[in-house]
């Protein structure tokens, strides 16, 4: 399938009730990552996803879908061209990859992801 949503991700203001919570209610397996504020959630089988703190300290907490595209710089611009905004330009996230923020014409955020294949093992 071309273009899966690949990872979904919680922005939340408290990372510590989140964790207690969703680990308890799905059993999902939480990874801390060292050095970052990020943990990773393994679901088992399915698209997994992450958690961290909101960036925006006035922002409520939401969950985020991620596509996985060819190219994050080529997608961002055609998702411009066919009347998205431009909500975060192209990110790299050192050794994952990179990713872009839009709202489609109707109002709904998505996040496009490339994947570093040179990182990848």
């Known amino acids: 399938m071309?273009?899966?949503?690949?990872?979904v991700e919680l922005a939340t203001t408290d990372m510590a009730k989140a964790?207690?919570?969703?680990g308890a209610l799905f059993d999902w397996q939480l990874e801390d990552i060292e050095?970052?504020?990020y943990t990773f959630?393994?679901?088992g089988e399915g698209?997994?996803?992450g958690m961290m703190k909101t960036v925006q300290p006035d922002s409520p907490s939401y969950w985020m879908a991620y596509?996985?595209?060819d190219d994050v710089a080529v997608a961002t611009e055609k998702a411009r061209s066919l009347g998205a905004t431009i909500c975060k330009g192209?990110?790299?996230v050192p050794g994952f990859g990179w990713f872009s923020v839009i709202?489609?014409?109707?109002?709904?955020?998505?996040?496009?992801?490339?994947?570093n294949r040179a990182g990848m093992s």
């Open 2 to 7: 071309a273009n899966p949503f690949i990872h």
């Open 19 to 22: 964790k207690v919570f969703y």
């Open 35 to 37: 050095g970052m504020d």
């Open 41 to 43: 959630i393994n679901v």
């Open 47 to 49: 698209t997994g996803g």
């Open 67 to 69: 596509v996985l595209v």
């Open 90 to 92: 192209v990110t790299e």
């Open 103 to 115: 709202t489609d014409p109707t109002g709904a955020t998505l996040a496009l992801w490339q994947v």
